[in-house]
């Protein structure tokens, strides 16, 4: 069974400092790993997924197979950062399986 | 082009009542996925359609059933309403399976 765990429920930080988003998954196969956000009032988007090696905002994640984690990462938060992440994979056809989501919370 | 639409935008039902939500596909998309999102949760895969076919189903009763249409649209359709059927239902369209999904704004739907 695939599952996705966002262990922070929400993240507070300062403007300018780094943040980290933690995202750890299960699936005994070769998944493909993604990070949507979604800012107020607007839908949910791709933000960036692990085979484009992207940096997208700014923001970097890694796909770390032995501890299969896919922490999202930015090394100075912005104010227009905060917004709802989750993260997701799909590893049969494109079903996607979402972790609960952490809401990132960037304060002047 | 608008992107993912959905109709309506908010519903309100009574228990025991059926609702059908509708989705609109990004132009040139063929694949249409649906999800629930309760309160304070991340979206759950309902099922897929292509080519007016399910291709996947997630871990849902069959009381939620969906359709989709020659022009791609598709509809979700849920009988006999629980009041734990309260939720977001988003709608997520692509170009076939491995491509990016994206979302319409989602339908909020009460059950009284």
């Known amino acids: 069974a695939q599952r996705v765990t966002q262990p922070e429920k929400l993240l507070s930080v300062f403007k300018g400092a780094p943040v980290e988003l933690k995202c750890n998954y299960s699936y005994s196969g070769s998944p493909e790993l993604f990070w949507y956000v979604q800012y107020s009032r607007q839908r949910l988007q791709l933000l960036l997924r692990?085979?484009s090696r992207e940096s997208i905002k700014g923001f970097t994640a890694d796909l770390n197979k032995g501890e299969t984690s896919f922490h999202l990462k930015k090394p100075f938060a912005q104010e227009e950062d905060s917004a709802m992440y989750y993260c997701?994979?799909?590893?049969?056809?494109?079903?996607?399986?979402f972790g609960g989501g952490t809401r990132v919370l960037v304060k002047p | 082009d608008a992107g993912v639409t959905q109709s309506p935008t908010h519903l309100i039902k009574t228990r025991g009542q059926q609702v059908t939500l509708r989705c609109s596909p990004k132009s040139g998309h063929d694949t249409v996925s649906w999800y629930q999102q309760a309160l304070g949760q991340g979206p759950q895969f309902i099922f897929q359609y292509y080519e007016e076919e399910e291709r996947q189903r997630g871990n849902f009763p069959d009381r939620f059933s969906g359709h989709q249409f020659p022009n791609y649209s598709s509809e979700l359709n849920v009988n006999a309403l629980l009041l734990g059927d309260s939720a977001l239902y988003l709608c997520?369209?692509?170009?076939?399976?491995?491509?990016?999904?994206?979302f319409g704004p989602g339908t909020r739907l009460t059950v009284l």
């Open positions: 997701a994979l799909t590893a049969a056809g494109n079903k996607l399986t």
């Open positions: 692990h085979i």
């Open positions: 997520a369209s692509s170009l076939d399976s491995y491509n990016e999904q994206f």
